[in-house]
């Protein structure tokens, strides 16, 4: 099956009235994609009611579409059982579960290992956890593109280890990570490994079972999905051992005045009233996605990649941050220009129709190792096409001519 970009940029209902646009900045948020939008429309006007509490048809149809929607992300996932996902509001309340539920069981002098390329959503609540309960950090080596020093994994992943927290990819680089030496390593040390899907979940189909993770975590709004939902995948056996994080409705097995007890997981991490819209939505997103010619779409992507790569190395000023090799990162790129703040970039190629990001891109402790302050990032996804990478590439001819 051959791939047309601009076909399927006609799957998502803003870019198809907005063509115009060159929308470039997906690894923020990605446009949500037609299936995903219907489900939600459907489901929000003909089957609207709360979840795994009420018995009348209404609410049983609602019941069974948010279960499907879990084995939807069970498959894109290939996760043993839908009963290993949990839906959150997004890979930032994925990874604090984990946190709190797993943090929970660590005493003083365990540590969790990590990398200064993390997003802050998997490096604030590590920080917390040791505050809380006096773990140790351990912060895995970076070679001087930014990607994870698998030849020195044993600096940070001790003995002492219990959990490696570690991105899949970055969401300033693009770097994608090599997980199977950093899931050996913890394995060797009995320690348990949670992977931030959040930007890799995007390129594809995961597989976790191959993974060989024990938590993952990704957001449906990265995925062309709503947002406000996200998801945890978690081994069954590591969800069955851990404690609830929130406490509410819906997770309990029976409350007395003395005690209560915890339902099985799923349940046991989803408190309250869910995002059920949003989780349907997810859940058709990922459905849709699976059956997308995924190795023509990642050649796509490559292609655009290399031809921006191309076109950044020829304007002066411009350091790449990352490695340049595109077989080792998504198609994202940041970048710095000499003597120009990435916000004054961003809005002379918004007056161009290009959206990208500027700024510390959430990940400080990576911007202090490359000794930056911020970046401006420009995010491919399939809908991307050539002219849109034509439009940045001119309009940063523009940038460097007006304001250096
Ligand atoms: N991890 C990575 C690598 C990210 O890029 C992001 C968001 O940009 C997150 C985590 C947090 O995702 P969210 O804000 O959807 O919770």
Known sequence: MSFDALSWRGQFPLLASHPQLHYLDSAATSQICRAAFDAVGLHELGRRANVLRGTYRLAEMADAAYEDARRQVAAYLNAGSADEVVFTSGATASINLVAHAFGEGLQPGDEVALSLAEHHSNFVPWQMLRARRGVALRFLPLAADGRIDLSRLEQAVTPRCRLVAVTQASNVTGAVTDLAPLVAA????????????????????????????????????????????????GRAAELERLPPFLGGGGMIGRVTAADTTWAPPPRRFEAGTPPIAQAVGLGAALDWLRQQPWPEMRSHGEHLLGRLLDGLEALPGLTLLGPRQPEHRLPLVSFSLAGIHPHDACQVLDQHGVAVRGGHLCAQPLMDYFGVTAAVRASLAPYNTEEDVAALLAGLEDVVRRLS
């Open 186 to 233: 913890a394995r060797a040390v009995g320690a348990r490994v949670l992977v931030d899907g959040a930007q890799a979940a995007q390129h594809g189909p995961v597989d976790v079972t191959a993974l060989g993770c024990d938590f993952y975590a990704f957001s449906g709004h990265k995925v062309f999905a709503p947002n406000g939902v996200g998801v945890l995948w």
